[in-house]
């Protein structure tokens, strides 16, 4: 691909050059996104052709310098640079735009050159600084992926070698592991060739794990007994529908067989989770200042370690209370760096347990800003709409859950940024928060009406003028939306609920938005007040006019143990927890139909 530089000019570059480029080119270049504002304000259009990013910049000198000394102009007055075949240049030619200004940069100056044109070169040397940059960063990524490549590979092999010493040794000892043996027992060794389909892995409907946590140092002997305990618990998820009697096989896409549009892609899909190998690692949450928690917590605990022998993380501060009450805890793990630990969290645990009420899952959820092991929620709250597991019976259903297969309920989430006005652009928000039950935008100490414009995947949808706007997930939707006047839904049912709060018209009805749009939430610009937003009833944010929240559905759904099956749970919680349509029922004696 070439470049011409034009007498007269297209676009102008200092007094006496120009410069253009190709509109193909223009267009490659546009995705190289490195921003330079370091210009001239004498040189307006050069200014501007150097914001569509580097490369730009770097032809640009090669072109403005061959153009300065003739000699190298063709017989028709034009000059050329290379480019790779998607239009940047590659590292040569970068460096020879590097020589080439630095060349320029040490001539001695022409007689009569303008003010500008000294300001320009002050500019190369910028550009050529940046040049040099920019080479030397391609070098050094080039290098680190090749390093990073080598340890893959390395770290493979050593992985591929261990799993074979571990197998062979499980097939000739059997696992010894007191309780786990005998659950272990349900469960076929895994023999080499069943690794090796686990590998390979995801049945046809179902989801595989095979996430593998190893820490300290592998090539040490000690640690092959050592990666065995830490090897992170591989489950598979799989789903049928009930209520299918036919067990037909079902298409996964739609099918348009003899003009009939069937699927098998419905959202009521009872998920049911089988281990692949044991769990090894649980991490229990509890509410806090609970005696009846903290009790239950320190008897659970030690049973999952005598019985089960797996390893227990908990919170500090309940580390604490259990160290407070023996120092036979001190086998109990937590972190210490939490920002820097919680984020690893997901790697290392193989199963949450909550103790409290619903607030506690949440409070767990809210822990796992990306993947979220299966949770299993001990009820010890008021109500309990996600807490199905009744604390009496924690070592039988601990013990069932253990052993597996489990019906889970795969809890979606909303992920939501807040986009301040001031922000350069849409990427350049603060920091992501997910949330499992609802994000509300209300007028908060305010005594003003709240407006609210909402967007749907950029359709208007309303202006809300009332108290505010829910925001919630199905979960969600037994709770403040519920309250909002929203109707309660399947936990399954992939959709998002959009709950006016106290909206000031008679029409506003909410609405529930299929799964898969982006909503957006904007103050707007003549709004008489801020708005706060608050995720999961926590971390209020509060939103100046201009702002918005923009919200979508995460990738990262909860998956929560099922006491029965998900649909039965669901049902059971708004009876027991709501007396759902509760009423005496008629006497039978009393005016009938003729
Ligand atoms: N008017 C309201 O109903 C109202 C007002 C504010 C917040 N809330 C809810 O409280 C939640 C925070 O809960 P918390 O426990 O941290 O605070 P909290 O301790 O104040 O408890 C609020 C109540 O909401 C219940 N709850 C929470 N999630 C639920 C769900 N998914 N389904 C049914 N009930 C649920 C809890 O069991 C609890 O009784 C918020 O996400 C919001 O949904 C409700
Ligand atoms: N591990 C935790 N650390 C800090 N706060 C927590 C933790 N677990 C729960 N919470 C908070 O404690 C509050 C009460 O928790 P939870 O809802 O579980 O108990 P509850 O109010 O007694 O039960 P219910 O909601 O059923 O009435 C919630 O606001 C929750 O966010």
Redesign the pocket.
Known sequence: MNLYLHHPPRVSVGPSLSLSLSPQVLANLHSTCLHIYTFSPQLPNFYHCCCEGISVISLSLSLYIRAMSPSQLDSNGNASASLQENGIPDSLSILNSEKAVQEIIQQPLMQGIEDNLIEFSEAMRTVAKALRRAAEGKASAQAEAVEWKRKYELERARNLTLEHKVLSSGESNGDVNGERADSSADQPVLSSQTYKQSEVCCGKHGLCSHEVLRDGDPDSDCNVVQNRMTRKASFKLSWCCNGDNSGQQKHDIVSFERGNITTAERSSKQISLKWESQPQTVLI????N?TSVRILCAEMVRWLKEKKKLNIFV?P??RIELLTESSYYNFVQTWQDADKEIVLLHMKVDLVV?L?????????A?MFKGPVPPVVPF??????FM?PFHSEHYRECLDSILRGPISITLRHRLLCHVIRDAAKNEYDTEESVIVLNEVTIDRGISSFLTNLECYCDNSFVTCVQGDGLILSTTSGSTAYSLAAGGSMVHPQVPGILFTPICPHSLSFRPLILPEHVTLRVQVPFNSRSHAWASF???DRKRLAPGDALVCSMAPWPVPTACQSDSTSDFLRSIHDGLHWNLRKTQSFDGPSDP
């Open positions: 949450l509890t509410k806090p609970s919170e501060r309940v909550t409290g009420g619903d607030g506690t899952v949440l409070w767990a809210s009820s010890l709250g008021s109500l309990g807490t999961d009833g926590k």
